[in-house]
């Protein structure tokens, strides 16, 4: 599957005399007299075994939830409920909606910002901790400290930082000459404000993902490198990334799916009784936010289920345009 | 073994300076006696009422503070534990075994990542009402007992991290598929289980919107009880930080024993292979 | 609902498929006989514990259980899960004034009141407010009244004796008959340089002129939107706009960090406060304060800001008990016994004008008699129809405030963009 001249499996072989067996079962398993019947039933029916739970759990209680929002996203709704039946005329009114096509592009904007840096900042940390440091086991929690810290709270702190009077960002802007800026008041502001938090909160959860999968890099290969002269540079680009490519894959779409549901971070940080509008004009409106103020807000549920199906429709679109663009490259 | 530069240090100690930064504040408000959330200069040194706050925060009627962390720690640690079983057996499954219909399933299942949650949130109560589950814990634990996230997360780990000759090997020997999947993937899959656990505990420990639709006040989650601390028109800052801050705690303990897990499988990848 | 042959197909399937349910979640029991216990649901603080502890006590047999969520913003999609899954709501349901605009409409969720002896009642409440959870044609009354946001206007007595200004109450509350004085006073007060403005955001102000301006606001009495022809809105738009550009706002964002600092740093010299705000304030500006914060009549005649009804779901499965407690928690004595719990101001004429709310001072606020001032506001105020997306609007034209605070939009374009969203909104 990858696209890196020399497999795995390759180097295994040459390195190796045969795969180390220090994981192997110890006794083997009861004898043939089981009989090749059973062994053929599990072979072919485990597999869907174990995928089953999923699916169980998904049934019951995942695949209502979806038929329902379709079914709603057909009618028209209102405080009193259901109010008639109105075909696709939710989703046309969408296509023409401007707040919608803004809380995209809002949307896709922060996900940009919010994805690109962070990956790279990611990929770049985890490195760094993959070597032999002292106090490890500290240096590589410090870095998930944000995971664990409360989103709202986290929220409120950088609210305050990003504050246009009282904030920490504008105070350093003005020791250096630059006016304060209103980070609630413009795009492009906001946008930074927000992504900042996203990335501050997720860089070190994206890095240890990373540093699990080099975790599996076999040492040698990075030995035979350095035998061969290679630069820790070049190792960087030519083993570890490519080798932790499904890693990379499993990052860059949840990352996507992720951005993609913004809600938490832009809904704190707009304050006040209508943050839920993401600024004075909609300047750092997400599309969930958009969707939650619809269907719960102005109390159409009809439309805010045809704004969620779109946003399924969206995230599905960027998801494989990502998964694409990520196989392909190198 | 790659040595480390004095460099890697410096640059490390940046990057936890700035991830900690924010508890840290958080902290500090947390052991002040008014609101100082809004002040320039910002407070950057600790003040002496953490115990205060901490007694006002659990005697808080509103907010059934113990209660949520109670009900949080039971739902997190039965969450972890199914989604971490089921996402590595699923996860094996895609991965290294053969069947058919193995994409579409996959496909299904991101699929299903997809779907953005707020609006699952009426329907999915319409059926806690026909369950009985309204404000029973049940309700925030079983929906979520597997994770498409999980088997996706799960899935790219096996793809690389599972030797195809042991499991080759274990099969010529007879094993059964769960047996393969107990003495070959699971130790295989450790560091990215471990991953897969902490996070799982985490997020289930963070969830608000949908505790917050289906408990009410008397039997909570954390989140929703932190939020009770405030009504739309007053926030005491010190009283909530406070709670952020000793709800943050079990998380942090969690952390230092998945922790070891993931150190635990870097000294055996060493060796694997 | 038509959701009802969904939902049994449903319970079939799902009873087939688990073997396992719950024990039934919730205490109420079958109606009728027996001991009851209401369910009351609730956003904010209501004050109402001790009234529960009385009503207990003199209705044995019943028991009541509260369930609250602190934020309005967090109740309200709740209540509508709880109206579209048919269960959930209680006995009892709070309704917000912008709530129970939307639920005019379609009131048939709720029980009508005055099947249930509520039209004796009416001179309880004052007339606007019984009005508005009466439907068009008088024949449903989905909710009582609780408090309403009786406005004054709170003022830094040390920033205004800084700027030059009276500070005794009555001579501040004579400075502003009108929002025209009112802006003047601001004017002077930004050229005596204080460092703070004159109030926080403009929000909350255009919010109480437009409700001065006349008997209806964005829609008229046959809920046609008429925002852009009635002249009030334009009006109220024209003065607050006038305030922007006199630079009297702060720009603070409400119940914002920095909006709560304010208090205790003086960022802004007043402040249009209901009267539940004064808790806020006390709380937010601290015991250093006080005495520095007081309350003077708002300008123009009487203003109020929003308010909130009990009403009884149809779903209850004990209608007559729970209308039965409505009716206690809404009478004069039940809105009394809040407002000494909570400072929710009543809406009832008889509590209002009960001793214990006339001669109410706060002493935080300089000893201000604030039953007396928040009353002669409540009373002073005409009824105003409001529409169904009222409170929606009013946010968009809220933030086209916001928009031109920020400089981001000149006063001509916010306002046609305020205009274009709530015809968006309504159509």
């Known amino acids: ?330 | 073994m790659r040595k480390s530069s004095p460099l890697t240090y410096f640059t490390l100690v940046i990057a936890i300076a700035l991830s900690a930064f924010p508890l840290y504040w958080l902290f500090v408000v947390a052991t002040r006696s008014n609101d100082v959330v809004g002040d320039w200069p910002p407070p950057l040194l600790p003040g002496g009422n953490l115990f205060d706050n901490i007694s006002r925060l659990f005697s808080a009627e509103e907010a059934n503070f113990l209660k949520g962390m109670v009900n949080s720690a039971i739902a997190s640690v039965i969450v972890t534990v199914a989604v971490v079983f089921f996402s590595t057996l699923a996860g094996f499954a895609f991965a290294k075994l053969q069947f058919r219909g193995r994409n579409g399933l996959l496909l299904v299942i991101l699929a299903t990542m997809m779907i953005p949650v707020q609006m699952g949130i009426i329907p999915l109560y319409m059926i806690m009402v026909q369950l009985g589950w309204q404000d029973r814990l049940q309700a925030v634990i079983v929906p979520f007992l597997v994770s498409a996230f999980g088997v996706f997360l799960m899935r790219q780990y096996a793809e690389r991290a599972v030797p195809d000759e042991l499991v080759e090997a274990a099969r010529i020997d007879g094993c059964t598929t769960f047996r393969i999947y107990r003495t070959v993937v699971l130790p295989a899959l450790r560091p990215g289980a471990a991953v897969l656990g902490l996070f799982t505990f985490m997020s289930t420990w963070n969830e608000f919107l949908w505790p917050l639709a289906v408990l009410e006040a008397d039997n909570p989650t954390v989140q929703f009880s932190l939020s009770q601390l405030s009504t739309s028109y007053y926030t005491d800052y010190t009283l909530m930080f406070a709670g952020a801050l000793v709800a943050t705690v079990p998380l942090l303990l969690v952390f230092l024993a998945f922790g070891r897990q993931i150190i635990g499988g870097i000294m055996e990848g060493a060796v694997k292979a | 609902m038509s959701v009802r042959p969904r939902r049994t197909l449903l319970a079939a399937a799902l009873a087939a498929a688990l073997a396992l349910t719950g024990a039934c979640g919730g205490a109420a029991q079958e109606a009728g006989s027996g001991p009851v216990t209401l369910i009351v649901k609730t956003f904010g603080q209501f004050g109402y514990d001790g009234l529960y502890k009385e009503y207990e006590a003199s209705h044995p047999g019943v028991t009541i259980k509260e369930e609250n969520v602190g934020k309005l913003g967090d109740y309200t999609p709740k209540l509508q899960q709880w109206m579209a899954a048919g269960s959930g709501a209680g006995d009892v349901v709070a309704l917000e004034e912008g709530i129970i605009s939307q639920y005019m409409a379609k009131p048939d969720q709720f029980v009508n009141l005055l099947d249930h002896g509520a039209a004796a009642l009416q001179p309880n409440f004052l007339e606007w407010k019984w009005k508005q959870a009466l439907t068009a044609d008088a024949k449903k009354l989905i909710g009582l009244g609780t408090d309403i946001g009786a406005q004054g206007m709170c003022y830094r007595t040390d920033l205004f004796a800084k700027a030059g200004l009276p500070t005794d109450r009555e001579q501040v509350g004579a400075l502003w008959p009108t929002w025209d004085a009112y802006l003047e006073t601001g004017k002077r007060f930004m050229a005596a340089n204080t460092g703070a403005h004159f109030y926080d955001s403009s929000g909350g102000l255009y919010q109480n002129i437009v409700m001065q301006q006349s008997d209806h606001t964005y829609y008229d009495t046959a809920n046609n939107l008429v925002i852009d022809s009635n002249p009030a809105v334009k009006t109220a738009w024209d003065k607050t706009v006038a305030m922007v550009k006199a630079g009297l706002s702060a720009s603070i964002d409400q119940y914002s960090p920095p909006w709560n600092a304010g208090f205790k740093n003086g960022t802004f010299a007043t402040i249009a406060c209901p009267s539940w705000m004064l808790a806020t304030i006390q709380k937010q500006a601290g015991p250093e304060n006080s005495g520095k914060w007081d309350v003077a009549k708002v300008p123009g005649d009487g203003a109020v800001r929003g308010g909130s009804f009990l009403g009884v779901p149809t779903q209850s499965k004990h209608q007559n008990e729970a209308v039965e407690l409505v009716k206690f928690l809404t009478s004069a004595q039940g809105q009394t016994a809040a407002f000494k719990a909570k400072s929710n101001f009543p809406s009832s004429p008889q509590a209002i004008d009960d001793p214990a709310v006339q001669s109410f001072t706060n002493p935080y606020f300089g000893n201000a008699p604030v039953g007396k001032i928040f009353g002669a506001s409540a009373k002073a105020i005409r009824p105003v129809y409001l529409g169904p997306a009222t409170v929606a609007i009013g946010d968009r034209v809220t933030n086209a405030l916001t928009a031109v605070e920020q400089g981001k939009l000149q006063p001509d374009e916010a306002w046609a963009k305020a205009v274009d969203e709530a015809k968006r909104l309504v159509k």
């Open chain 1, 1 to 330: 599957m990858a696209a890196s001249p020399v497999s795995t499996k390759d180097i295994m072989l040459v390195i190796h005399d045969r795969p180390k067996t220090a994981t192997r079962p110890a006794k083997a398993s009861t004898p043939r007299e089981r009989g090749s019947f059973l062994s053929r039933v599990d072979a072919k029916g485990s597999p869907y075994l174990f995928v089953a739970p999923f699916f169980v759990v998904f049934a019951v209680f995942g695949l209502f939830p979806l038929i329902y929002t379709a079914w709603v996203s057909l009618h028209k709704w209102d405080a009193g409920g259901d109010a008639g039946f109105v075909g696709l005329a939710n989703y046309g009114e969408l296509f023409g909606d401007p707040d919608f096509w803004n809380a995209v592009g809002n949307t896709v904007g922060m996900l940009v910002l919010a994805t690109v840096p962070q990956l790279l900042l990611a990929l770049i940390l985890a490195s760094l901790l993959n070597q032999r440091l002292r106090g490890l086991l500290l240096l590589r929690m410090g870095v998930l400290l944000p995971i664990v810290t409360s989103v709202a709270a986290v929220g409120i702190v950088f609210s305050q930082i990003f504050d246009r009077d009282a904030g920490m960002v504008n105070g350093l802007l003005g020791l250096v000459g630059v006016t304060p800026v209103d980070w609630r008041a413009d795009k492009w502001s906001s946008w930074i404000a927000i992504s900042t938090m996203v990335n501050w909160r997720w860089i070190g959860y994206n890095s240890l993902i990373y540093l699990a999968a080099m975790q599996s890099i076999p040492r040698d290969l990075y030995e035979a490198a350095t035998v061969d002269g290679a630069s820790k540079v070049r190792q960087f680009w030519s083993i570890t990334v490519p080798m932790i490519r499904p890693a990379l894959i499993f990052t860059v779409i949840v990352s996507t799916i992720a951005g993609m549901q913004l809600f938490t971070e832009p809904l704190i940080f707009g304050q006040g009784t209508f943050a839920i509008s993401g600024g004075s004009l909609r300047q750092f409106q997400t599309v969930s936010m958009y969707m939650f103020e619809k269907a719960f807000r102005d109390f159409d549920y009809g439309y805010g289920s045809a704004v969620a199906w779109m946003i399924f429709l969206l995230i599905t679109i960027l998801a494989v345009i990502n998964f694409l663009i990520t196989r392909r490259a190198k």
